[in-house]
């Protein structure tokens, strides 16, 4: 069974500042996609980027990027220029490529605050 | 475009009473469909999933059930509601592909068992 970890369940950023979220996770699968969700106060849940195990490029979208390592089982989020917008629950999931179903594994989050 | 909608928002009841959630999504045909929990301090936990009318997996054993009835219609059914039932509920749908299939969430229904 694949886990995720996310080990900082609170940080905080001043605005215009850079942060890196951490998340570990356990698999023996060789083909998967890992995800960063952003769930505001609102509560819904928002894809900020995702990366394709197969791809050694690091994906990247805007002010988002991750830091990728395969071998290390570890996929951090760093967020550049922070905004007071990016306060939010950040959460690392896993999802197996096949075909068919497949639900995604998440870690239990990190609590992001951007302060003024 | 695609659309979900999960209904009611916001549900009080006491410990012991029944639940109905609903789960409906517009604009695709044959979606996976997913329910996932967020306990209070914890992350997404999946609940059950359905890749077909009629068609329910269940990842964890718990007073829960799910069905689908109708091709785009997920209902998530208690019949006695316990206090660890609390909490927020998602249901999420993705494409049924060959490939990547991301997973799209709805709004979410809040969920207090007194």
């Known amino acids: 069974a694949q886990t995720v970890t996310q080990s900082q369940p609170e940080m905080s950023v001043q605005e215009a500042e850079t942060v890196t979220l951490s998340c570990t996770y356990d698999t023996s699968e060789n083909n998967y996609y890992l995800f960063w969700y952003k769930q505001p106060p609102s509560r819904q849940m928002i894809l900020v980027i995702r990366q394709e195990a197969y791809k050694q490029q690091n994906a990247t979208e805007n002010r988002f990027s991750v830091n990728f390592q395969k071998a290390a089982k570890s996929f951090s989020l760093k967020i550049s220029d922070s905004q007071l917008g990016d306060t939010a629950m950040y959460f690392c999931a896993f999802m197996k490529l096949r075909t068919g179903n497949t639900p995604l594994v998440f870690g239990k989050g990190t609590r992001l605050s951007v302060i003024a | 475009s695609q659309t979900i909608h999960q209904w009611p928002a916001t549900l009080v009841q006491p410990v012991g009473s029944p639940l109905s959630l609903e789960c409906t999504v517009e604009?695709?045909?044959?979606?996976?469909l997913y329910w996932y929990r967020q306990a209070a301090g914890r992350g997404l936990q999946l609940l059950f999933y359905?890749?077909?009318?009629?068609?329910i997996s269940s990842e964890v054993p718990q007073n829960l059930s799910a069905s689908r009835p109708q091709d785009r219609q997920f209902i998530l059914s208690s019949k006695k509601l316990l206090l660890s039932d609390s909490g927020f509920y998602l249901c999420a749908w993705s494409v049924r592909t060959l490939a990547y299939n991301e997973q799209f969430f709805g709004p979410g229904t809040r969920l207090t068992v007194l």
């Open positions: 604009g695709t045909s044959n979606p996976n």
């Open positions: 359905s890749v077909g009318i009629g068609q």
